[in-house]
């Protein structure tokens, strides 16, 4: 009997932890600024269609994310990236801000500012088709 109640328990509790935690929402909107030459940010460019939309947000699941990790980066990011999610009709979006490194090695570095994520990177063969998908 004990057995069955502490495996209940722990069943109740792994649901509500599942059912409690955040996850992001659907993803409607992707703002881009590249970032030229000089430092500056350049016009905000907005990806809106679906098909695009999808490829970023599965494309940034291959992210291998450092939470708590504060790098020093030696140059300003390639491109400021504003990712919008929407969790409820009722909500406001959610903004999550990524700055995204190009590298010389063909990957990618992302400092992301949802605490959850941080400081990532991004395998050569994502970051290329990232890098097309924003650059558009």
Known sequence: MKKI???TLLLVAGIILVACSEE????????????????DYE??????????IEAIEKLL???KWEPNTEPGMARKE????VLFYSFDEDMPERLYEYRIWFENNGAATIISNNEKEGYGTLSKEHAQELK????K
Do not use: C, P
């Open 5 to 7: 109640l502490g495996f």
């Open 24 to 39: 992001k929402g659907q993803l409607t909107r992707v703002d881009v600024q590249k970032v030229n030459e000089e430092g």
């Open 43 to 52: 016009d905000v460019i907005m990806i809106t269609e679906s098909e695009d």
């Open 61 to 63: 699941r291959h992210v």
């Open 78 to 81: 390639d491109v400021f990236a």
């Open 132 to 135: 097309d998908r924003l650059f």
